[in-house]
């Protein structure tokens, strides 16, 4: 009895991490929890502990070695390990840009989430297919997902509901509905400074950068896009870094600092992409804007 | 730059990409593959319908980089940068005899910079 009282303790202690995001000690606590269930649990146990530890792993970019498993569990169609293992899947896939798969795994994992009247999980099923569509240029439909998400999360500050507000108000941004759009980032990225470690804090702020250069607002993006390229770099995430020195070379160059647009493209050239010597001279001639996709 | 201008530049880029697929002897099949998207993908891309994270932009200027300065020559020159909108801007402000004197300075340096090529001795 004592050690079935461990088990779930360790398990909620698990998904209070990971619902914070803190995925380092979650992946420390879900590991436990695995070793636990693999020696005295049951097979439903085992899974639910093994879900768990993979959402970890995905986060932090070491998901590929449980695809395999994840697959064999969501074959057993136990209805929750299902659709942890159908999300685990789709996140995986979106992370690493495998857009279609993930939306076939995320179209999965809402079945099951509808079949058990879980809203929580229909919220971050509707936000993931929000994303691969988002990712695929799709923003009305992507829109519609993400206003669905918003409308099932609780009205109560999350990490959760905080990235589904950043998500649908940069759709809003690129439907050039401006106004709203600021408002849902905003709303965004203070529920974000209250509930989540700080990289959470850059998408809502690339975003903003990108609706302020939108807008003309040159100032407020270089604040933003400074904020949000100092927490990408804090957290090495690559691709945030990547984006923020775009967006701050391309505010430069609209304001017309031109030797500060070019130090910003040089070092996106020089760090992420060695081999384009001409793509700081086509950035600083060519506006991208309308091409780039901040969330593919 | 005006938005009409900017969605002008989106769609010379789509035309650009369709221009050198072809010049290449690519189909979208082809070309989607070698970028790693879909034909689909690459087909709105070329309508100027598809937004790119910046890897996939840059991978497909990459697949072109034969003579890349020349492929975007005529979508830069339909670039008016913020520096050549300030300068315009900033001669405008100026008095009418000050607008000809720097005008006569364009012309004494586009003089002196066609006498530079013409005479490199």
């Known amino acids: ?249 391309e505010t430069e160059n609209l304001r017309g600092n031109v030797s500060g647009a070019r130090l910003y493209f040089d070092r996106l050239q020089r760090e992420f992409f060695p081999d384009a010597s001409y793509l700081p001279g086509f950035l600083m001639a060519v506006d991208v804007r309308k091409l780039v996709n901040l969330h593919a | 730059m005006s938005t009409a201008g900017k969605v002008r530049q989106i769609q010379l880029v789509g035309q650009k990409i369709r221009q050198l697929r072809k010049e290449n002897k690519l189909t979208q099949v082809e070309l989607s593959q070698r970028l790693g998207i879909q034909q689909s993908d690459l087909s709105r891309m070329e309508q100027g319908e598809y937004r790119v994270s910046l890897d996939t932009l840059f991978r497909i200027l990459a697949e072109f980089k034969v003579g890349i300065g020349e492929f975007f020559e005529d979508v830069a020159k339909e670039s008016i940068t913020p520096r050549d909108a300030q300068l315009v801007q900033k001669f405008k402000d100026l008095p009418e005899n000050a607008q000809r004197e720097v005008e006569d300075f364009i012309a004494f340096k586009h003089s002196q910079g066609s006498r530079d090529h013409s005479d490199p001795g």
Not at chain 1, 134 to 163: C, D, F, H, I, K
Not at chain 1, 232 to 248: G, H
Request: aromatic share 8%; net charge negative; charged share 25%.
């Open chain 1, 1 to 249: 009895m004592e050690e079935r009282f461990d088990f779930e303790d360790l398990r909620e202690q698990g998904s209070r991490a990971l619902k914070a995001g803190l995925f380092t000690e979650a992946l420390e606590i879900c590991t436990r929890c695995v070793a636990w269930a693999e020696q005295h649990g049951t097979t439903e146990q085992e899974d639910l502990a093994f879900c768990n530890r993979a959402t970890a792993s995905i986060e932090l970019g070491q998901g590929e070695r449980e695809l395999g498993r994840l697959r064999e569990i969501l074959m057993r169609r136990g209805a929750v390990s299902s659709f942890l293992a159908a999300y685990n899947i789709a996140r995986y896939y979106e992370l690493n840009k495998s857009y279609r798969k993930a939306l076939f795994y995320t179209r999965i994992a809402r079945e099951h989430a509808e079949s058990l009247g879980r809203r929580d999980w229909l919220a971050s099923s509707c936000n993931l297919m929000g994303n691969t569509l988002l990712a695929e240029s799709l923003v009305e439909e992507a829109t519609a997902q993400y206003e669905q998400a918003l409308e099932l999360t609780l009205n109560e500050p999350s990490l959760a509901r905080g990235m589904v507000l950043d998500n649908l108000g940069y759709c809003h941004v690129l439907q050039g509905n401006h106004q709203k759009g600021h408002a849902l980032l905003v709303e965004s990225l203070r529920m974000l400074h209250r509930v989540a470690p700080a990289v959470y804090q850059t998408p809502p702020r690339l975003d903003l950068c990108f609706l302020y250069i939108e807008t003309g607002r040159y100032a407020h993006a270089i604040h933003q896009g400074t904020r949000a390229l100092e927490l990408a770099e804090q957290a090495n995430e690559p691709d945030f870094v990547k984006n923020a020195l775009y967006l701050l070379g």
